[in-house]
């Protein structure tokens, strides 16, 4: 093994050549927004029909363990601020493999999920539009977020900055409106008490397990905070006052909205699913043109997931390459932005559009069980490494616990706990069953390339 692993010195990453073109404005959006995914909008529909009102406590068991995982990633990244993140602290706290492992498994689910995005984004435009291709708007979306994060990191930030802003104002004044309904005060509604909340698991525990794993799924996309701190003006007290507000953050955009739909509509209600759980309930509240409303607000939110998965998939590739776990074309920087990397993850997530056509059946089935699981595989390596840096920044380097995991080392195992649990949760369900064999045997293969590739460096 190399030494760099062995001795506690840093791994080869050398983001000098980034330009540090985010503003700690940018970041601190990011942050915000961030939070607010597209899974939010588009996803949790699927959760509420399946757990009902229990969604609340599906969406709050799974934030909690987000909130162990965000910490411990904040910790090691305050520490270590790398545009690789926490594959570039797998690599330093286990091993190269495992920094290969995480690394290439989570860029091959960003570049995947840019590719469903704007698929959702493009169905979107098309209902609006009717008669023009589905694979035209997505083209167009590629071409315009790829050209932004081709131009310099500022243009990403500037973008996920109004993205931000606009998803946020747009969460809090809905939360706003339906706690004033709930209240019985906003004009023109009753107040529907708890009616809707009497039959709580309405379909027991098996319910809630569903909506306890549709929860988990949604809140990917926190990462990317980590990786752009690198590239800020100060990556240090970007991550760390990001993950310190990382709580609440949680806590009222997705448990709170939970809430506040499942107490406004029936949760078996057909509209939950068929037109999102958002425009449900405001059209339950008869606002004119809230539903239009809101589905502008999932394509601005669908569109900076694909700004920023394109970002964060160039700059993952970009760490490996710079620790030589991956092609060096990749690695080319020019104007401070690894330009080759960005092609690559905005072309292979239009190959995956095009698959979504070609072969919906077979290769894309086969490319989404893949990744179905990838960020619970991520997590793990995220806890593991945390556990081991701890121990070694507190005996060289204790100055640089800016963040702090809580208390450790029992969280960390208690997050540990739980992510086990999610992967039984995953076995026992038909429907993710696949999607954790699939995303096992990439992680195996993954393992098995990198660990060949950290012998055979080892020899040289």
Partial sequence: MPSSTTTGTPPSTDDASLSHGLKQRHLSMIALGGVIGAGLFVGSGAGIAAAGPSIVVAYALSGLLVMLVMRMLGEMSAAYPSSGSFSAHAERAIGPWAGFTAGWAFWVLLCTAVGLEGIGAAKIVSGWLP????????????????????????????????????????????????????????PGTDSPGATHLTDFMPNGGEGLVIGLLASVFAYGGLETVTIAAAESENPVKGVA????????????????????????????????VEKGPYVAALDELGIPGAGQLMNVVVLVALL??????????????????????????????????????????????????????????????????????????????????????????????????????????????????????????????????????????MTLVLAAVGYAWQKARARQ
């Fill in 241 to 272: 006052s990001a993950v310190r507000t990382a709580m609440w953050r949680i806590a009222l955009f997705y448990v709170g909205s939970m809430a506040v739909i499942v107490t406004l509509v029936p949760w078996d209600s057909k509209e939950v």
């Fill in 131 to 186: 008669g023009t291709p589905e694979w035209a708007w997505v083209a167009l979306f590629m071409v315009v977020f790829c050209g932004t994060n081709l131009a310099a990191v500022k243009n990403f930030g500037e973008f996920e900055f109004w993205f931000a802003a606009l998803k946020v104002g747009a969460i809090t004044l809905f939360l706003a409106l339906g706690v004033l309904a709930i209240l019985g005060v906003l």
């Fill in 304 to 441: 900076s997931a694909m700004n920023a998965n394109v970002y964060g998939a160039s700059r993952i590739g970009y760490s490996l390459v710079q620790r030589g776990q991956g092609p060096k074309v990749l690695g080319r920087v020019s104007g401070g932005v690894p330009r080759i990397a960005v092609l690559a993850s905005s072309v292979f997530g239009f190959l995956c559009v095009l698959l979504s056509y070609w072969r919906p059946n077979d290769v894309f089935a086969w490319l989404l069980n893949m990744i179905g699981a990838v960020i619970l595989v991520v997590w793990i390596f995220i806890a593991v490494s945390q556990l081991r840096l701890r121990r070694r920044l507190e005996r060289e380097a204790p100055e640089k616990l800016v963040v702090r995991m809580w208390a450790f080392p029992w969280l960390t195992w208690v997050a540990l706990a739980g992510m086990a649990a999610v992967f039984v949760l995953m076995a026992r369900e038909p429907d993710t069953r696949v999607q954790l064999y699939s995303t096992g045997a």
